[in-house]
């Protein structure tokens, strides 16, 4: 699939299984920690899914968990950890990017006093539940929700189930 993002660069996504090698330079994890979706609060920009650059010698599964742990606190079941997506970014001015994407469910949340660039953990039923005034441009990328649409699609999460549990 091909997209446009914010900066007009062109967003090439596939879509990946356990059969494919993660092996992009960045990562972004969708985690669900009790049937409902995990986010971080960025400092800078806002409200979003986890993620970041891959450090020196580090795999894009090492990178999955560091980065998830470092913003969230949130702890994993290897088998609980699923290859989705990877997208490029071409950009236009600058570097382009490559970036894996992962689904995780969460076992559980420790809590930190340091979350690095971010404020720590925060959890909803839906992107929507958010307030526009709160949400990171990530969270209206046209790749990343594409990248949502296919975790609820391989039934990892169900925002129907969980918006009739919360009533």
Do not use: W
């Amino acid at each position: 699939m091909k997209f446009k993002d914010k900066e007009n660069d062109d967003v090439f996504l596939s879509f990946k299984d356990e059969n494919d090698i993660p092996d992009a330079d960045h990562v972004l994890v969708i985690p669900i920690y009790q049937g409902q979706l995990l986010f971080t609060k960025h400092k800078i920009r806002g409200i979003e899914f986890p993620g970041g650059k891959r450090e020196a010698g580090e795999s894009s599964v090492q990178a999955c968990d560091r980065e998830l742990f470092e913003e969230t606190g949130a702890l994993i079941n290897f088998k609980d950890r699923h290859y989705i997506a990877q997208y490029c970014v071409n950009r236009q001015n600058g570097t382009p990017f490559t970036k894996d994407v992962f689904m995780v469910k969460v076992d559980r949340l420790q809590t930190k006093n340091d979350y690095l660039e971010t404020d720590g953990p925060l959890i909803f039923n839906s992107i929507s539940d958010i307030s526009e005034a709160y949400k990171s441009y990530l969270l209206k990328d046209a790749a990343i929700l594409k990248c949502l649409e296919r975790v609820i699609e391989l039934g990892f999460y169900s925002q129907k189930k969980n918006a009739d549990r919360s009533t």
